[in-house]
């Protein structure tokens, strides 16, 4: 059964890091893409970075060069890690995974709030 854990959320001051992990069961490596996406309350999800198989990254404008997205086969892991936040990165941050010919998987997701 596919499941998939985000932690590492928390409260910070605008300006602090946090590191978020998306532990994928049973392997990471039966997907295609994974992804990390937010949802502000009030607000639309939205993709804030991705990465492929074969290790290309994509990010929103609003995050690059602060968000790296990273991952760790052996440890069946997806990483974010978020540097200078600001109160606008304020949300629920959820891991996807996607493979083809199926419907995407979701975390539960994580909430980061951070504080003026």
């Known amino acids: 059964q596919v499941q998939l854990v985000e932690s590492g959320g928390g409260l910070v001051q605008a300006g602090e890091s946090l590191r978020l992990s998306c532990v994928v069961s049973?392997?990471?490596?039966?997907?295609?893409?994974m992804g990390w996406y937010r949802q502000a309350a009030g607000e639309q999800r939205e993709l804030v970075a991705g990465i492929t198989t074969s290790g290309r990254t994509n990010y929103a404008d609003s995050v690059k060069g602060r968000f790296t997205i990273s991952r760790d086969i052996a440890k069946n892991t997806v990483y974010l890690q978020m540097n200078s936040l600001k109160p606008e990165d304020t949300a629920v941050y959820y891991c996807?995974?996607?493979?083809?010919?199926?419907?995407?998987?979701w975390g539960k997701g994580t909430l980061v709030t951070v504080s003026s």
């Open positions: 996807k995974a996607e493979r083809h010919f199926d419907t995407p998987y």
């Open positions: 049973p392997s990471i490596s039966i997907f295609n893409d």
